[in-house]
């Protein structure tokens, strides 16, 4: 069997995505590779085939239970022979486990990097033939990234205690160039094969949104897609839990994850999610990496993440089947705030005071482009790529900022306003002030401590009493961005730069972008990768297609998509074939799912059939 059979049989697919047939044939040479790809840009493939071509076993090293246990699943049911070893199974599984790899009866065989260091675990290895070892989440070996674990660096100690070093490959979806040499340079990488793809994703549609009512807003986009799966990420615990009990109150089927929550609890809600039962998942970020479900047709951000890695690796959750999916961000001047909050405490104790002081700084860095994202008026799509040094065309006609116009809007009334309140809080109290409390100046709020200060007597009190807090602090806001205000690093203070002495005393005019046109729902048919798809090819066959497929996977007890994805439903549907060589043509079915599934879904297109024909 060649790379392509072992595609087709195993997978379904009969040609490789960008980027995936060079890493594959590097890693069959025997050569290191490292891979950046977007997710659902098809990384796991990259190792899997080899994995299926090279004798021996070969050994995946993943962060997450729940990484593990989806990849082994869908491997399972394509007819691979693939395990894992992680906490959530058993002493006797444990043991049943490596009995049988020690046997020989696994192709591969996926690890947390916690287990490389066990004696037993290294034992093993050293009995078996390891022709290759696969790092998924590379980026969390690199203090810089933004999601390091310690425990990544113990694979360069593991790879040296092996016999005979194997070819080692790295991926990942989000990594800047710095980590991206990081990775290399830890994994000890010896003259990888070295392959960007690109960042871009065309079927996800970005947008950012500004809600005075958040729950309303986000209520009206989940009616809007009702029965579709999707994940609202929130900042804190806290508010994961108001805003799923917000949710179930309105009726939507929705459950929550968090680290607060049991490790029971957490597996239960996650299987509620994977196997559609509850429709929307409200989580922190502790949920999500390396989650393999497929059919995610929206990402809805309730809070800004911290930096573009970290919201790009979230928002690329959705449509990792290639189908049309929404990346919406909710956006005030307050989640910079809340984002600051949760940078300060969530330092990494075990670095060194210097470089955690450096992490630090670089996580302002992360924090202030995402900031950046969410104010800019321009592409979003094209922010993200430049971000991630990827070369783009012209804007992309296809995000949020694209669809809607932009009208520029004279505020150097306001901008006079604030820029002289800072200057005169400084004139009185003898020393700079933060953004609350001038905000708290300008609306006229009496409280203690403007009463304490005196600020009550400044002439610019109550300029901007009629303004609602909101719209005042977003044009503080583009001050900052603009380059007429600074933060302070130190004091988080806001202190005038040079440029503020034009609009104050030179007559120069300030004009700011504000969306005109209201914001549109998503048209029936959109821009991907190949062109142009629709929601459907044929609506009621679709359907039915679909329906079958529940009722397959709550009789094995699996995800929905574990059986066919979304995107092989529709190729099914608009194929419409009345052979077993004629199902195999649709893209996604392999020789074991046909085996196992296609006289069932034959069946019922041929009953559809009969009702048009």
């Known amino acids: ?164 070093r194997p070819a080692v490959a790295a991926f990942t979806a989000t990594a800047t160039a710095e980590v991206q040499q990081d990775i290399i340079r830890l994994l000890a990488l010896e003259d990888p094969f070295y392959t960007v793809t690109g960042f871009d994703r065309p079927n996800l549609f970005f947008d950012v949104q500004t809600p005075k009512r958040r729950n309303e807003t986000l209520l009206a986009l989940l009616e809007d897609r009702r029965g579709k799966s999707g994940i609202v990420y929130c900042a804190t615990r806290a508010k994961v839990e108001r805003v799923c009990q917000f949710l179930c109150d309105a009726g939507i089927a929705a459950t929550r994850y968090h680290a607060g929550l049991s490790e029971s609890e957490r597996k239960a809600n996650q299987d509620d999610f994977q196997f559609d039962r509850c429709t929307v998942m409200v989580a922190t970020n502790a949920f999500g990496m390396g989650i393999d479900k497929s059919n995610v047709s929206f990402v809805i951000h309730y809070n800004m993440p911290k930096s573009l890695e970290a919201y790009y690796q979230e928002a690329g959750r959705a449509g990792r089947d290639g189908e049309p999916a929404d990346c919406i961000l909710f956006f005030s001047g307050g989640d910079v705030s809340t984002a600051k909050i949760l940078l300060e405490s969530g330092g990494n104790p075990n670095l060194p005071e210097a470089v ?73 109290l003898g020393y700079y002030v933060g953004k609350s409390l001038i905000l708290q100046v300008l609306r006229g709020s009496m409280t203690k401590r403007v009463e304490e200060l005196g600020l009550e007597r400044l002439s610019t009190y109550g300029l901007m009493r009629k303004i609602k807090e909101p719209q005042a602090r977003l044009w503080i806001d583009y001050l900052v961005q603009e380059g007429y205000l600074r933060v302070n690093p130190l004091h988080a203070t806001l202190e005038p730069t040079q440029a503020a002495g034009a609009v104050l005393f030179r007559g120069q005019q300030l004009t700011m972008p504000v969306r005109s046109a209201p914001e549109t729902p998503r048209e029936k048919v959109r821009t991907a990768p190949d062109g142009p798809v629709s929601e459907a090819p044929d609506g009621e066959l679709f359907a039915a297609l679909k329906a079958l497929r529940f009722r397959l996977a709550r009789d094995e007890n699996v995800p929905a998509y574990i059986v066919f994805s979304n995107a092989t439903l529709r190729d099914m549907a608009e194929k419409a074939p009345r052979t077993m060589a004629d199902l195999l043509e649709v893209s996604g079915v392999g020789s074991r799912k046909a085996a196992r599934y296609g006289a069932a879904f034959l069946e019922e297109i041929a009953r559809h059939r009969g009702k048009t024909e």
């Open 1 to 164: 069997m060649d790379k392509y059979e072992a595609l087709k049989h195993y997978f379904g697919h009969t040609s490789f995505r960008q980027g995936q047939e060079a890493l594959i044939d590097a890693l069959l040479s025997g050569r290191d590779a490292l891979g950046v790809m977007p997710t659902g840009g098809g990384k796991s493939l990259c190792y899997q085939i080899p994995a299926l071509l090279l004798p021996g076993m070969t050994v995946v090293i993943s962060p997450l239970i729940s990484l593990m246990q989806d990849q082994v699943s869908a491997l399972k049911k394509a007819g691979v022979r693939a395990a894992y070893l992680n906490s959530a199974l058993t002493p006797d599984q444990i043991g049943r486990v490596y009995t049988l790899a020690a046997a020989g009866a696994y192709q591969l065989l996926y690890v947390a990097p916690e287990r490389l260091g066990t004696w037993e675990f290294q034992k093993l290895c050293r009995t078996l033939a390891i022709p290759l070892v696969a790092v998924d989440e590379a980026h969390c070996i690199s203090q810089w990234g933004q999601d390091f674990r310690p425990s990544y660096l113990q694979i360069s100690d593991f790879l040296a205690s092996l016999p005979r």
């Open 356 to 428: 955690l002081a450096q992490v630090h700084q670089q996580d302002l860095a992360r924090l202030e482009a995402m900031t950046g994202y969410c104010r800019t008026s321009g592409c979003l799509r094209n922010y993200i790529l430049d971000y991630f040094g990827q070369t783009h065309g012209d804007a992309c006609g296809h995000c949020g900022n694209c669809r809607n116009t932009f009208i520029q809007v004279d505020i150097t009334t306001e901008a006079q306003m604030i820029l002289s309140c800072v200057i005169r809080v400084r004139e009185k």
